[in-house]
DNA sequence: TTGAAAGCGCTAACAT
DNA sequence: ATGTTAGCGCTTTCAA
């Protein structure tokens, strides 16, 4: 097949051991060395990643299962977490998988027998429950959605505090009649939900919420019909940018104005949302941070396995844009 | 470490060999069959895939390159060629290479060491024109932008058809001073340039090109600068959806109206298309064809390495939309 | 059908 | 500083 080690030490007139000192900088006299490098050039020699990680039962690797690639949130957090990793002389693994609890398992599963050294997971909450970390050999940072609180690490989003934030904004610029629209499968919707209820809660108004699965299409199917509905809200809170992308495509084909008609406010600042009216006010994650620490807490746990979990909170940032744009009145306290 | 066929075949009573047999489907009897299962089950054994590479020499893995995970193109393209990967049984790793010539190399060394069994690749143009697949021990197949030709398989846009596309149909809605903003790194935007060049050719008209960084904020700033000069176009071909993002944001910045002041047509289906306006009007890329197509062309490369090398080219399907709605005057011939 | 044993390519003792 | 050798966990002959 290809060339190996052998090859390289027979050429080098070496033993393979010295080869492999050369490869992991160990101590070899100049002149070997300079004759070895020679050899592995000559030869094109590229060592086998399967059998260095079978011998040192280092695999140099950290798994990354992300709920959905397509989502823009994930692949920028995606990208920090590469980048990290590979300053840390480490590769990643990058996992899909879909909003599928199945799939879940299934890449967990996977992650075991490539023995990764660790993985940062963004579960559905149906996985997130009943997570058992004890069960993997590697430790599990969770990121976006918590897991059951205390067991693994976690860096997650302020979620209460930015619903709050968006609500109470809304409240600011005169919305009183304000709806929530909300995932039903991760963490993250109940979260910023409860946000949202506590904001409304403290200033006597009422609630009104809806979830929905985590797509697009479902999102403006459940507009579509609230806008059916005699008495709808005139500001809506939407829990992610896909949903958020919804709420847009049912207001537009109803021929409804934003925030003429109806005021929008979401999550996540995707290129698009600038470009909706004269923009849509949103929740700006600190994405690239989320990704980073994810990956520094995973390596400060590998490096001290007995250390207490920790959980690290992020805020996000209110970007007011003109889907919000007020009532007219300012609002009374 | 962690429970290994060796614990599993003690606890079952049986050799290691038929351990691997059952994991395996051989020819297994029932009986023992069974006994293997449950110790599995209860040891909660998992194989351990870099001792299996290692044995097997099968890697079972294909690696996929990509220039840019961000783009929505290529997000969609991955999750093509997974779903198909997987249906054969194979897993993939995805790399994401920035467009960067060396980040390119640095993952096609590491598939080498993988020993991946092939790799999806779409490569910048620089890597393109000097890559060398007799070089690696896996074949290659590229897709959205094409090596040398017929050095390896590849799978395309019928990309001068669609710069063509685009062009007929602005001159068809009487668009006549027709400019175009391509990317600098890739061979997509080159080879779209030359459909663009030759529709206009056929109907004497000038054309007006500008090459860009493949960035939004790199076309947005070409624009802005376009629009300084003195006599700018009434309409706009733009390579592909960063870039047509970045026209989009600075038209708007300027206050010009799409398509009023300037038309806008682009390449890539994404979201946000949809929400400029009416709408932007763009090539739709088959993009779960190309991946699908792209993970068949390489299992059966593999299956057959003397097979002739081919190139699969699709066709793009023209969207119509509001921002090239026209100058009011049918076109003439 | 089952088991014993060799060996995939590499690293890490241990010896020199 | 360098070489010899055992063995990582598994699959796959080869015998029985």
Chains 1, 2 share one sequence.
Not at 107 to 127: A, D, K
Not at 181 to 203: C, D, I, K, M, P
Not at 205 to 213: C, E, G, H, K
Not at 258 to 267: C, E, N
Request: glycine share 8%; aromatic share 6%; net charge neutral.
């Amino acid at each position: 097949m290809s060339v190996k080690i052998k090859d390289v030490a027979e050429l080098a007139g070496v033993s393979v051991a010295t080869v492999s000192r050369v490869l992991s900088n160990g101590s070899v006299s100049a002149a070997l060395k300079t004759r070895v490098e020679e050899a592995v050039a000559q030869l094109g020699y590229r060592p086998n990643l399967s059998a260095r990680r079978l011998r040192s039962q280092l695999s140099q690797t950290v798994g990354l299962i992300v709920s959905d690639v397509r989502n823009p949130f994930f692949t920028a957090v995606s990208r920090a977490v590469e980048d990290a990793a590979y300053r840390a002389g480490m590769r990643v693994i990058l996992c899909n998988a879909d909003e599928d609890p199945d799939k879940e398992a299934m890449y967990l599963r996977l992650m075991q027998e490539e023995r990764v050294s660790g993985v940062i997971f963004s579960p559905t909450s149906v996985t997130a429950g009943r997570f058992r970390p004890e069960r993997f050999e590697f430790p599990v940072v969770m990121i976006d959605r918590e897991g059951p609180p205390g067991l693994t690490d976690a860096v997650v989003l302020d979620n209460p505090q930015a619903g709050r934030l968006l609500v109470e904004h809304l409240i600011a610029r005169g919305y009183r009649k304000i709806g929530g629209l909300f995932g039903n499968v991760s963490t993250t919707g109940a979260a910023r939900r409860a946000g949202y209820e506590a904001a409304l809660a403290q200033h006597g108004l009422p609630s009104s919420v809806r979830f929905v699965a985590p797509s697009t299409e479902a999102a403006s199917t459940a507009v579509r019909a609230w806008l059916a509905e005699p008495d709808w809200p005139d500001a809506l809170v939407v829990s992610n940018g896909l949903l958020l992308l919804g709420a847009v495509h049912a207001l537009t084909e109803a021929g409804l104005s934003i925030p003429g008609d109806m005021a929008l406010a979401g999550f996540d600042n995707d290129v698009w949302t600038g470009l909706v009216g004269h923009g849509l006010t949103v929740i700006e994650q600190p994405v690239y941070d989320i990704g980073v620490v994810a990956m520094e807490m995973l390596l400060s746990r590998l490096e001290n396995p007995s250390l207490a979990k920790r959980k690290v909170v992020l805020n996000g940032a209110l970007l007011e844009r003109a889907s919000t744009s007020g009532r007219g009145a300012a609002a009374p306290s």
